[in-house]
């Protein structure tokens, strides 16, 4: 079975460009997160999803990001516009059960740097 | 919302020897703890949770423990072999269904 794919792995951009990311979650996982990671730290939650439905998007700063998940599969994350301390890893990750329940699967990460 | 302390942030010890990385929440509502791991460019990946009403957990060298009066809980490695060697996180889920990560811990197990 397939685990959650990310596209794209590296993306190098100028600041005040837009970009986007793409995850496949695993077939059948219902909850969807967005994690932002900096080098040497923890994953922090941008947003997270049951099904279509953005349940926490408290951390998402929405002056410039954005996150959809249409029909409750695949999801984009969009940064319009970067800026220079946006340059992180963004990783998705999915899960099966409810999110105080299960355990979370993670994707190889897209890795941003903003020049 | 949910607040994680990990410590120590980088543990280097000898090849065979034990390694522990204690975890604090403040959540009193959390009831779910796993633990990641991490190697460098790699995804997070699970090696052991534990659940709010068990105490202790092992799996072959790897055991969790958790204190839920003190809010605490600890990865334990013992015969630590250079394969150990990456970032780990552990993770509380809270009453708000919210994930929270440690900082990390950076373990390197010299040969």
């Known amino acids: 079975e397939a685990g959650v794919v990310q596209s794209p792995r590296y993306k190098i951009i100028e600041k005040k460009q837009p970009v986007a990311f793409w995850c496949n979650p695993i077939?059948?996982?219902?909850?969807l997160y967005w994690y932002l990671q900096n080098l040497g730290q923890g994953p922090e939650l941008l947003i997270r999803y049951e099904n279509e439905e953005a349940v926490d998007d408290s951390q998402l700063p929405k002056d410039r990001f954005s996150a959809e998940r249409l029909k409750g599969v695949d999801s984009t994350l969009k940064i319009q516009p970067a800026e220079l301390g946006d340059s992180a890893v963004y990783l998705c990750?999915?899960?099966?059960?409810?999110?105080?329940?299960?355990?979370?699967?993670f994707g190889e990460g897209s890795r941003l740097t903003v020049l | 919302g949910e607040n994680v302390e990990q410590h120590p942030s980088t543990l280097s010890v000898q090849e065979g020897d034990s390694a522990v990385i204690k975890c604090t929440y403040s959540d009193s509502a959390s009831n779910y703890f796993p633990w990641y791991k991490q190697e460098l460019g790699k995804r997070p990946q699970l090696i052991i949770d534990i659940r709010s009403n068990v105490g202790e957990k092992k799996d072959q060298r790897i055991a969790v423990t958790l204190n839920k009066t003190a809010k605490h809980f600890s990865l334990h490695i013992t015969e630590t072999q250079p394969e150990d060697s990456a970032v780990y996180f552990c993770?509380?889920?809270?009453?708000?269904?919210?994930?929270?990560f440690g900082i990390g811990t950076k373990l390197q197990v010299i040969p």
């Open positions: 993770a509380a889920f809270g009453g708000y269904q919210k994930v929270t």
């Open positions: 077939s059948g996982h219902n909850t």
């Open positions: 990750a999915s899960s099966l059960q409810r999110a105080n329940t299960g355990e979370l699967f």
